[in-house]
Nanobody, 116 residues
């Protein structure tokens, strides 16, 4: 059974930094992608960043240059380093693992709050 667990959220002032972690476990027959999404109150969940099974990393335009995704394969961890945080980055951040046939497993989320 696939499990996805996020951690690292918290409250910071604008301009601050946080590092989110996503740990996944569970056997998969396929290589998988890991993606970060966020959802602010009253808004739809949106893509933030992701790494595919070939190691290609992508970012949503508003976080490019501020957020950095990295991977520690030995620990099955993916990190999202978030710098120069803005109040509009406030949201629940979710990690998603996408495996065989696009099957997705989501974590419970970690809250990020940025105050001005």
């Amino acid at each position: 059974q696939v499990q996805v667990v996020e951690s690292g959220g918290g409250s910071v002032q604008a301009g601050g930094s946080l590092r989110l972690s996503c740990v996944t476990s569970g056997f998969s027959l396929c290589n998988y992608d890991i993606e970060w999404y966020r959802q602010a109150p009253g808004k739809e969940r949106e893509f933030v960043s992701g790494i595919d099974s070939d190691g290609r990393i992508s970012y949503e335009a508003s976080v490019k240059g501020r957020f950095t995704l990295s991977q520690d394969n030995a620990k099955n961890k993916v990190y999202l380093q978030m710098n120069s945080l803005k109040p509009e980055d406030t949201a629940m951040y979710y990690c998603k693992r996408v495996g065989c046939f696009g099957m997705a497993n989501w974590g419970q989320g970690t809250q990020v709050t940025v105050s001005s």
